[in-house]
C-alpha cells in the first residue's frame, strides 16, 4: 500500500484519495491519531523533504520542516551542520547535494536551499529540473541572470516555490499596507530604508592585505564543494564559515542581505514594480583595489514610475557608513531605525524597523 501511495504522490494525494470512492469508508476504522486529525496531519499528508544547507539559516528551514518527513540532509561544512544530523535520525546524511538528489530522487518531493548565496541557483535548479518543489533562503541568488534563469525553470517545469522572507507574514507589514492605501499619510512620494548591521561583515576592505596568507582547510569542510560554482580561490577562514557575506565572488554584500527585508513593505504596499533609473553612489571605494569586496557604505536612488492611483516614488538605500538622514518631524532624541525604512507622503510619514515592518508606527 504505502508503495503504490508513494508512486501517486506526485499527481496528487489528494486526487488518489478521492479516487478511492466508497472505500474511504473504511477508514473510520483507524484511529484519528493514525490519520492526523486533530493532532496533526496524516502521515499520509506530509512531504518527503531533502534539505541543503543545514547551519544558520538553513538549520532555521530544516525545523521549520520538523513536521514533516526529513529523508535527506546536505552540507559541505560538518561544523556548520551541527546537531541537525542527530536531532533528525532518520534523515541520510550527504555533502553533495548532487549525489542526495540522484540517490533519493524517487523519494523527495520539496528541496529547501540554505546555502551561502552563491550556490543557491546550483541546488535550486537541479532539485527543480528533477520536479522537485524548492524552498529558497533569500537572497534567491547571486546575480539578476540567475534568478530569471530560475523563474523560468519554475515555470517549465510546474513547481511550486519559495523565497525565504519570514517577515512577509507578519501583521505589520498588513497594518502598514491598510495605512497606505488608506491614505494616511496622503500620496507616497519618497522612502528612506537603511541597514547599519554587521558593517565588518559587509565591508572586507581591511582584510585584502591577507588574501596572500595561506590556511589549511579544516577536516570538517569539504572546500571545493563549498566553493562550488564560483572562481575558485585558495581557502581563507575570512570567508569560511560566516564573512563571506562581504566577497563578492560569494555574497551579495549588506543590500543582498536586507534590502528584501526591510523594502517589503514599500514595495507590496506601493506596488512599485520595477525602477526606470537607479544610481549608487559610494566613498573611499575603488573598483580596481576593491574589486572583490563591497564598499563601506552605500547610497542607492531608485526611481519608480507612477502606477494606478499613486504619484512616482523615489525610494533612497543606505548602508554601511552612509546613514539614513533623520526625519525632520521626529521629537528631539529620537531618531529613525538603524535597519528599517521612512515612509514620506504629501499628509505625513511613519517608519518601521525590519523583518515585515517591525513596530511600524505613525511620525511624529
Known amino acids: 500500500m504505502a508503495t503504490t501511495i508513494n508512486s501517486v504522490r506526485g499527481t496528487s494525494r489528494r486526487r488518489f484519495l478521492k479516487g478511492l470512492g466508497a472505500g474511504v469508508a473504511a477508514l473510520h476504522a483507524v484511529p484519528a491519531h493514525v490519520l492526523g486529525g486533530e493532532s496533526g496531519p496524516a502521515p499520509s499528508d506530509k512531504l518527503n523533504v531533502a534539505c541543503i544547507g543545514i547551519g544558520g539559516r538553513g538549520r532555521a528551514s530544516v525545523d521549520a520542516c520538523g513536521g514533516q ?190 534590502i528584501c527585508h526591510v523594502v517589503d513593505p514599500s514595495f507590496w504596499a506601493l506596488d512599485l514594480g520595477l525602477p526606470t533609473s537607479i544610481r549608487a553612489e559610494v566613498k573611499d571605494y575603488d573598483p580596481k583595489a576593491h574589486a572583490e569586496v563591497y564598499p563601506r557604505g552605500t547610497k542607492i536612488t531608485f526611481q519608480f514610475p507612477a502606477k494606478g492611483r499613486r504619484g512616482p516614488v523615489k525610494l533612497v538605500w543606505f548602508d554601511g557608513s552612509e546613514r539614513v538622514p533623520r526625519p525632520p518631524m521626529l521629537d528631539q532624541g529620537q531618531n529613525a531605525h538603524g535597519t528599517g525604512a521612512v515612509i514620506y507622503g504629501d499628509k505625513g510619514a511613519m517608519m518601521h524597523g525590519s523583518h515585515g515592518a517591525g513596530g511600524v508606527k505613525l511620525i511624529p
Open 69 to 258: 518527513n526529513i529523508i535527506g540532509l546536505c552540507d559541505v561544512d560538518d561544523a556548520v551542520a551541527g546537531n541537525a544530523y542527530t536531532t533528525f535520525p532518520k534523515a541520510k546524511k550527504f555533502r553533495d547535494f548532487r549525489t542526495m538528489l540522484d540517490e533519493l530522487d524517487k523519494s523527495i518531493e520539496a528541496v529547501t536551499v540554505g546555502t551561502p548565496d552563491h550556490t543557491h541557483t546550483v541546488a535550486a535548479m537541479d532539485a527543480m529540473r528533477r520536479g522537485k518543489h524548492v524552498y529558497c533562503e533569500k537572497p534567491l541568488a547571486h546575480s539578476i541572470g540567475e534568478i530569471r534563469a530560475l523563474m523560468q525553470a519554475a515555470r517549465e517545469h510546474k513547481v511550486i516555490t519559495q523565497l525565504g522572507n519570514q517577515g512577509h507574514s507578519s501583521n505589520d507589514i498588513r497594518s502598514l499596507c491598510e495605512w497606505i492605501r488608506d491614505g494616511a499619510i496622503g500620496n507616497v512620494t519618497e522612502v528612506h530604508a537603511s541597514c547599519d548591521a554587521f558593517p565588518d561583515v559587509y565591508c572586507q576592505i581591511g582584510k585584502l592585505p591577507k588574501l596572500a596568507e595561506k590556511h589549511d582547510v579544516p577536516a570538517h569542510l569539504d572546500y571545493d564543494l563549498w566553493v562550488g560554482p564560483a572562481q575558485f580561490r585558495p581557502y581563507s577562514p575570512m570567508w569560511v564559515p560566516w564573512n563571506w557575506r562581504g566577497w563578492l565572488r560569494f555574497g551579495c554584500g549588506c543590500i543582498g542581505d536586507w
